[in-house]
């Protein structure tokens, strides 16, 4: 048993062999998340001759470990996303992931993704009255932009979330919740179904460019006119320098004991996926077989930190159900890619390689959209096709350090917000 529930619960089953010989494609995909995997099931379906290997399974990184809310548009509210990119930038960005979870519905669709997919929108909660106002100006930007987005009261927000803990929601009716390991390898069945040569178990070990990509695994060589480095937050190559480096948070989710159907459909009735506006936020939904999943930031793979963030996840759970017994059990952590300024990044890395990385915490859609831009740039070559500006570096400083901070800040917050 993984302590990954999605990974125990997955209804989606596919696996790949291994690459042990030398092989030519047009072009080489690193990583089996959802940029590498719809970027490489929309050039296939070009034409392209296609290969994706992946160091472990399909899923293995964040794509695989989220929390399934599949939301439109950034983190940052489309107003701050202009100003950092401008005007034209900013607002072909906010349009092409502004609509990026009908992608998503769209791909579930067509290829009959089993990802326990309900589009019935998320909810944004304000943890205090004075964050009311943060989730109001949001409100604000994404009307005027005619998205169905409503600042909802305390009164009907309890109702939606069967707790009165919270001041307010944002609802965003555009967006909704998946099985998110289901969704990756529905994805990865998808590509396969358009020609794409896909290899588990594949680390790309020494990536070098002669006048074409060379791409080395642990047993095998990739030859290929092009290379695309989807490995977001999970960047590992052995003998590589780091190809970019980014600060990483860790998020961890807890699985419930199944519930009672009665306290089931009390809580979250409408099935909306949800998180809250704290600095350190925490995140909760429902799954198929009757349980909830709770999640927030910090890291529980060493044992010091899963005491404590697993223990303040038990009992904040308990103080926004308090009615309902609820069990949480084991969990499970992902890492995320932030950015300087929180915005993801397509890096060129030489002649016809390159990277994409730096969702900041939302990935699904926005990889789905990036991955499919990005298959198709590959056969027009035309840089209108990117809604984000090709960028020839990315460098940032002290990112470990970063890391730690970030870390520490949880388990600080988790051992003294614990009343
Ligand atoms: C805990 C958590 C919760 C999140 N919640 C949400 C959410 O609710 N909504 C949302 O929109 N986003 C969420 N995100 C963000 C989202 O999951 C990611 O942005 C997205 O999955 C990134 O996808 P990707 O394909 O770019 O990378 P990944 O899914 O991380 O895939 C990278 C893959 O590369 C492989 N790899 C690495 N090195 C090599 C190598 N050398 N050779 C071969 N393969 C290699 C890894 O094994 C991995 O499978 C969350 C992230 C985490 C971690």
Request: aromatic residues 8%.
């Amino acid at each position: 048993m993984s302590r990954n529930h999605w990974r125990n619960a997955a209804v989606e089953q596919v696996a790949f062999p291994p690459l042990t010989d030398n092989i030519t494609v047009d072009l080489v995909v690193i990583g089996g998340g959802f940029t590498g995997l719809n970027a490489a099931r929309v050039a296939a379906r070009e034409g392209l001759r296609v290969c994706l290997i992946e160091a472990n399974t399909i899923g293995h990184g964040g794509s695989g470990r989220n929390v399934g809310l599949v939301n439109a548009g950034l983190w940052l509210p489309p107003d701050q996303i202009k100003q950092t990119l401008g005007y034209t930038r900013g607002e072909r960005l906010i349009n092409d992931l502004g609509t990026g979870p009908d992608r998503v519905f769209d791909l579930i669709k067509t290829y009959e993704i089993q990802c326990d997919a309900k589009r019935s929108g998320t909810l944004h909660l304000a943890h205090s009255s004075h964050s009311i106002s943060d989730l109001r100006a949001r409100e604000k930007q994404w009307q005027s932009r005619g998205a169905p987005v409503t600042l909802l009261d305390s009164q009907t927000t309890a109702h939606h979330v069967g707790s009165d803990m919270y001041h307010a929601a944002l609802f965003d009716a555009r967006a909704g919740v998946i099985q998110p390991l289901d969704y990756a390898r529905g994805l990865a069945r998808a590509a396969a179904e358009e020609g794409v040569q896909i290899y588990e178990k594949t680390a790309a070990i020494r990536i070098k460019r002669d006048d074409i990509w060379h791409v080395t695994t642990n047993n095998g060589q990739v030859r290929s006119s092009k290379l695309l480095i989807a490995t977001n937050a999970y960047n590992k190559f052995t003998s590589a320098t780091q190809l970019y480096d980014t600060s990483i948070v860790s998020y961890f989710q807890c699985v419930s004991q199944k519930l009672a159907q009665r306290n089931f459909d009390a809580i979250l009735p409408d099935h909306h996926g949800c998180w809250d506006t704290a600095l350190i936020m925490s995140s909760f939904r429902k799954t198929r077989d009757n349980r909830l999943v709770f999640g927030a930031m910090g890291e529980t793979d060493g044992a010091i930190g899963r005491h404590i963030h697993d223990g303040w996840a038990q009992r904040a759970i308990q103080r926004i159900f308090p009615n309902i017994k609820i069990e949480l059990s084991q969990s499970w952590s992902g890492r995320i890619a932030m950015t300087k300024n929180k915005i993801p990044e397509i890096m060129r890395l030489g002649i016809d390689g390159y990277a994409i990385f730096g969702y900041s915490g939302r990935g699904i859609a926005p990889g789905t959209v990036l991955g499919e831009q990005f298959g198709k740039y590959t056969v027009t070559e035309d840089e209108s096709d990117l809604c984000l500006k090709l960028t020839d570096n990315y460098r940032e400083t002290f990112t470990y350090l970063k890391s730690s901070y970030y870390e520490s800040g949880a388990r600080v917050f988790h051992i003294i917000n614990d009343r």
